[in-house]
């Protein structure tokens, strides 16, 4: 994988982060970029682990499926891009008893929300595995876009609401789709001429 696609693939893990953060944003009462940083810091930390724990997974499993690897890359990309546009299309739910909302989230409940978000990303960890990346590049790319996108979220989050991070959920979807596409395409026109 090229550093250009390695960084595409960085900000498309980080959109359902991002799209996340909007929500969270705009339910705070009052947006700080100390409080929009450490929350970004949090989502990145989860979203730069995730992957390293998919790769190691699918290390494991590199030598059973190596002849299968880039159908297995473009599957797994492929219906992770499926999902994320099929969630983007989804309609925004509003949030319960916002006059309640706590100015300052727990850190454990930060990381929960970001565990959740990097589902993903850990997939993604898997299909890395069978491709030639540096997984410790691979991971702090995507835990540093994420913090970058998740701290612009928060900040822009009463600004623009939810509807723009839809639209970045469905744009990260069909990036996941275009490097899946990617992988087979080099595997098997790249490698064999």
């Known amino acids: 994988m090229n550093p250009a696609s390695l ?3 960085a900000f498309a893990m980080s959109t359902d982060a991002f799209a996340a953060s909007i929500g969270k944003g705009a339910a705070l009462r009052r947006t700080r970029f100390p409080e929009a940083l450490r929350i970004g810091v ?17 290390l494991a499993a590199t030598r059973f499926v190596s002849e299968w690897d880039h159908w297995i890359a473009f599957v797994l990309l492929g219906a ?8 983007g299309f989804k309609p925004v739910e509003p949030e319960a008893n916002d006059e ?18 990097s589902i993903d990303a850990m997939a993604v960890g898997v299909t890395l595995a069978f491709a030639d990346v540096n997984i410790v590049v691979a991971a702090v790319a995507i835990g540093l876009a994420t913090t970058l996108m998740v701290t612009i979220g928060i900040m822009l989050g009463r600004a623009i609401g939810s509807l723009i991070g839809k639209r970045a959920e469905i744009a990260g979807g069909v990036v996941l789709i275009a490097i899946g596409i990617t ?9 064999v001429g």
């Open 80 to 87: 992770l891009g499926a999902h994320m546009i099929w969630e």
């Open 42 to 58: 949090i989502f990145g930390t989860v979203e730069a682990i995730t992957p390293v724990i998919g790769w190691a997974i699918g």
């Open 183 to 191: 992988v087979v395409y080099e595997h098997l026109f790249v490698q």
């Open 7 to 9: 960084v595409i693939l």
């Open 100 to 117: 309640k909302t706590p100015e300052r989230k727990s850190v454990w409940l930060l990381a929960v929300t970001a565990l959740a978000t």
